[in-house]
Structures are given as C-alpha cells and as structure tokens.
C-alpha cells in the first residue's frame, strides 16, 4: 500500500456562461492558502490554458473563493495566481477590446485604468505587492471585477448586452458555442 498522501491530479473545470446567475455570485475572502486552495489554482491554470485563455477567476468555474490565475505572456510562461486580490492604486485610462471565457464568441471595447497598483497573496500564501499596465492590468481588473460578480458587458449599453444575452442563450439552445462543436466535429 503506498503510505504518502497524493494530490489528486489537475482537472479541466467547467466554465459558467452569462446569462448564468452563479457569475454574478460574489466571491469570499481565503483565510489561508492551504492545499485545497492550491488545487484549485492547479486546477484553475489548467482549465485557463486549455481554453485558451490568458485569465480564470474562481467565480467562472463556480467557485466562490477569492482567487484569480493569469498569464499574458505569448509563450504562456508567466503564470501569476493570486489568491484575496485588491487593486490599491489606479492610474491613467486605456481602452481595450475585451473578450470572457463566460462570454464566448463576445469582444467589445472597454475602458479601465492603464495602470494599478494591487495587493494579493501567492500560492504559498506569501503577500505580494506589484505595479503592472497594459495587457496584464486589463486582465487583473477583468478577474477582479469577476470574484464581485462583474462582467465586462456590465459596462456595455443594455441594448449591447440584451443582444449578446440573447444570442448566447440561442447558443446554448444549439448545444453550445460554435468553437467547441466546431472542435468536436
Ligand atoms: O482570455 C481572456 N482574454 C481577455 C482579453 C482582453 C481582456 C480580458 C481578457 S480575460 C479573458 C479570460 C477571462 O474570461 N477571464 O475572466
Ligand atoms: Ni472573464
């Protein structure tokens, strides 16, 4: 019989799409960074990377923990898990066009703040402090907004957001987004 204790192995979760209510659940604070928090994460970047995506929030994969993975590198070699994430400092204005796991098939533009400063812990429950722009800023926002129940087609006209609600669920009707049924055929 094998004595140590093992890991389960990592796991591609399911990822809710808007209209789902559970999205707009809001995420409660880890108090501490212990195994089962670290699967998750584990879990987290495996499903972010497969998708693929350069950002997972617990939120999406109906989990109500405050943790967040990101990684916005080109070669996927910068990943970046943050667990009780909190922007402390914004500065500047950029506009970008967005795009969600839970929204699929969606981008449109939205403007944040250009840089932030943020507080979080890591996955060895270690606090970090960071200042980041660009891409990575965008995305850290995104993620955030996602552990209050927040998405991006919040910040879209409700006529926007009417249509995409509606077209996302005449997809769910057809048995789910083109990409995935495009990839099963
Ligand atoms: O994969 C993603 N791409 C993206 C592009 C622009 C701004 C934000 C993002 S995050 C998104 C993954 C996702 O839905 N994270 O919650
Ligand atoms: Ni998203």
């Known amino acids: 019989r094998q004595m140590c204790i093992r ?18 659940n809001v995420a409660k604070p880890v108090a501490q960074v212990d195994a089962s928090v670290r699967q998750l994460i584990d879990d987290m970047f495996e499903t972010m990377y497969a998708a ?5 929030a617990a939120v999406q994969v109906n989990d ?5 993975v990101v990684d ?8 970046l898990a943050l667990v009780n994430p909190e922007i402390i400092a914004k500065q500047g204005e950029e506009t970008m066009d967005e795009g969600c796991l839970s929204v699929p ?3 449109e533009t939205v403007q944040r703040a250009e840089q932030i ?15 980041v722009d660009g891409l990575l800023a965008v995305c850290i926002q995104h993620e955030i907004d996602h552990l209050d129940g927040k998405l991006f087609v919040d910040y879209l006209s409700n006529l926007k957001r009417q249509r ?18 495009r990839r099963a055929i």
Request: net charge positive; aromatic share 4%; no cysteine.
């Open 164 to 181: 995409i609600r509606k077209k996302l669920e005449k997809d769910a009707r057809q048995g789910g987004d083109k990409t995935q049924r």
């Open 52 to 56: 693929p995506g350069i950002g997972l």
């Open 7 to 24: 890991d389960r192995d990592m796991a591609i979760l399911d990822i809710l799409h808007f209209p789902d209510t559970r999205l707009r």
């Open 117 to 131: 400063r943020f507080r979080a812990l890591d996955r060895d429950g270690n606090a970090i402090e960071k200042d």
């Open 72 to 79: 916005t590198s080109e070669d996927r070699s910068q990943a």
């Open 64 to 68: 109500l923990r405050r943790v967040i």
């Open 105 to 107: 098939g969606v981008y």
